[in-house]
Structures are given as structure tokens and as C-alpha cells.
């Protein structure tokens, strides 16, 4: 029985579970969408501030205005997992050799040659978009810039595999495959996970795997997939203020992450403007 298309028809809002899965109705979809697309708007408008001179500060302050005029409000700001202090700020900053979670400050300054990941997570009418990009900042290296581009495709190649039926670990061994490929790393410690009225939800989603391997996919889970690619090793380190996630061997790292629902067949992504 499709329980799915039961749920369709009778426009039921409430999220039913899957092996500890959250599905989505096509109501709860529809908010999704919805607060997707803001999130994604929220990179469209800062994108023209990413240039050398500019403090991630000033990114952060923008967002966090930017935001409230739209009537949504940062899932970051003050988010406190178990064992986390709360963060302080409404995005993720994260510049060169910082993986993900960045903290925005007034005295860091983006200079000619940079990468930042600029990762924002937006709550409208209870459901949560989360969504990140990795900007270039002037000319970077063509290291930098292959590192960026790879990384952008490992994501869009993770979620080609997405459709009923297949299971998670397609999802990380496409994207392994290609960064390898390019002999760049993919970070295993953050994964990708389930999102809906709740941040951080089951199931995780890894960057890296074996096909044939994990949860199978259905209609109405929605997760994320946000791979981090590392030019040197896959080793990380965390910094003193709980946050910062850094690459060990201090060479770049890129990350860029989607929302992603899983329709009859195949995937819709719900962070593009
Ligand atoms: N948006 C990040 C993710 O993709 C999480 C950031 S949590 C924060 O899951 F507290 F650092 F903002
Ligand atoms: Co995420
Ligand atoms: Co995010």
C-alpha cells in the first residue's frame, strides 16, 4: 500500500515515522519549499557582498536582518546540541582550512584569494531550510578553485542518486568516487541528516560509502547533503570555542550543502531561489 499517495489526497499534516524516519505530507512539503527557498535567497543576497575588505561579521549582521524582514528567524543562532556551547551568531563563516562552523567576528577580514562556505539554516512556519555554498573570494588559486567546483559536483552527483528504493549509502559511495577521483579527501566525522520541524533529524546521511549499503530511500523523507571535501587529508580539528571545525594539515577544505526531498521519482531539491 502507498501510504504516500493516502497522504496526498487527504492533505494529513501529521509527519508519520519510517524506521525512526520522519515522512513528510505534501502539506508539510509545501513548507518546506517554502522556507527553503528563503534559505536559499538569504546566499542569493549576500553573494554581492563577498568580496576582499568585508568582515564575516558584517555577512553575519546582514543575514540576521535580512532574515527578520522576511519574518523567518536563524535555526543557528543560540543553537546548543548536548555537549555544545550555544553558537553565537546567525550563519556559518567558514574561510580556507575551516571545514564547517565558522563563527563570524568583526576583525576577519575576507582578502583576495579566499574561499568562504557561508552556511545559513532558516526557520519559517516550524520547518527548518538549511542550506550552504562556497563563494570565491576575488582569484583564487586553481587549486582552490577545482576543490570548489569538485566539491559542488561530488553534492549534485550524491543527489542524482536519489529516488525511491535506493538506499543512503549510494548517496556517499557517488560522492566518495568523485572526490577521490580528483584525489581530494571528503570528511566523515559531519554527516548530512533528516530536517522538517526539527534541525538535526534521523536519518544521517555520509559523504562516503558503499552502494547497496544502509536505509532504503521513499517518498516524503527529506535530509540534507552536504559534503566537505578536504585538499590534503581527511583529519580535522576542533578549536577551543567548540565550533570551528579545521582541517589538521591547515590545507583548504569546501563544502556545499542542499535540502533535498525524495518525491515518486527521483529527488527535488528545495534550497534553490
Ligand atoms: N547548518 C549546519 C548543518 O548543515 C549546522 C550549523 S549548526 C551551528 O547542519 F550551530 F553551527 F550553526
Ligand atoms: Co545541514
Ligand atoms: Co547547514
Given at each position: 500500500m502507498n501510504h504516500q499517495n493516502l497522504l496526498s489526497r487527504t492533505g494529513n499534516l501529521q509527519a508519520r515515522p519510517h524506521r525512526g524516519v520522519v515522512l513528510l505530507s505534501a502539506r508539510e512539503l509545501d513548507k518546506m519549499r517554502r522556507v527553503g527557498r528563503l534559505a536559499a535567497?538569504?546566499?542569493?543576497?549576500?553573494?554581492?557582498?563577498?568580496?576582499?575588505?568585508?568582515?564575516?561579521?558584517?555577512?553575519?549582521?546582514?543575514?540576521?536582518?535580512?532574515?527578520?524582514a522576511q519574518g523567518a528567524v536563524s535555526a543557528q543562532l543560540g543553537y546548543a546540541p548536548p555537549g555544545h556551547s550555544p553558537f553565537p551568531r546567525s550563519i556559518c563563516t567558514s574561510v580556507n582550512d575551516v571545514i564547517c562552523h565558522g563563527i563570524p567576528h568583526p576583525k576577519q577580514i575576507l582578502k583576495d584569494g579566499d574561499i568562504i562556505?557561508?552556511?545559513?539554516?532558516?526557520?519559517?512556519?516550524?520547518?527548518?531550510?538549511?542550506?550552504?555554498?562556497?563563494?570565491?573570494?576575488g582569484n583564487p588559486?586553481?587549486?582552490?578553485?577545482?576543490?570548489?567546483?569538485?566539491?559542488?559536483?561530488?553534492?549534485?552527483?550524491?543527489?542524482a542518486e536519489i529516488k525511491p528504493g535506493a538506499?543512503?549509502?549510494?548517496?556517499?559511495?557517488?560522492?566518495?568516487?568523485?572526490?577521490?577521483?580528483?584525489?581530494f579527501s571528503v570528511v566523515r566525522e559531519m554527516v548530512g541528516h533528516g530536517v522538517g520541524q526539527q534541525?538535526?533529524?534521523?536519518?544521517?546521511?555520509p559523504h562516503y560509502g558503499q552502494r547497496g549499503s544502509g536505509l532504503k530511500l521513499?517518498?516524503?523523507?527529506?535530509?540534507?547533503?552536504?559534503?566537505?571535501?578536504?585538499?590534503?587529508?581527511?583529519?580535522?580539528?576542533?578549536?577551543?570555542?567548540?565550533?570551528?571545525?579545521?582541517?589538521?594539515d591547515k590545507k583548504l577544505s569546501a563544502q556545499f550543502e542542499h535540502t533535498v526531498a525524495v518525491?515518486?521519482?527521483?529527488?527535488?531539491?528545495?534550497?534553490?531561489p
Open positions: 535567497k538569504l546566499l542569493q543576497h549576500l553573494e554581492p557582498m563577498i568580496k576582499p575588505g568585508v568582515s564575516t561579521q558584517t555577512l553575519n549582521d546582514e543575514a540576521e536582518q535580512w532574515t527578520q562556505n557561508i552556511d545559513v539554516t532558516l526557520i519559517l512556519d516550524g520547518y527548518y531550510g538549511d542550506t550552504s555554498k562556497t563563494f570565491l573570494v588559486s586553481a587549486t582552490a578553485r577545482t576543490l570548489v567546483e569538485v566539491t559542488h559536483d561530488c553534492m549534485m552527483r550524491g543527489i538506499r543512503i549509502g549510494d548517496i556517499g559511495a557517488a560522492i566518495q568516487e568523485y572526490a577521490e577521483t580528483h584525489r534541525f538535526h533529524m534521523e536519518p544521517q546521511i521513499r517518498p516524503g523523507m527529506v535530509f540534507t547533503v552536504e559534503p566537505m571535501l578536504n585538499e590534503g587529508s581527511r583529519d580535522i580539528k576542533i578549536l577551543s570555542d567548540g565550533w570551528t571545525i579545521m582541517t589538521r518525491t515518486e521519482d527521483g529527488a527535488e531539491i528545495l534550497t534553490l
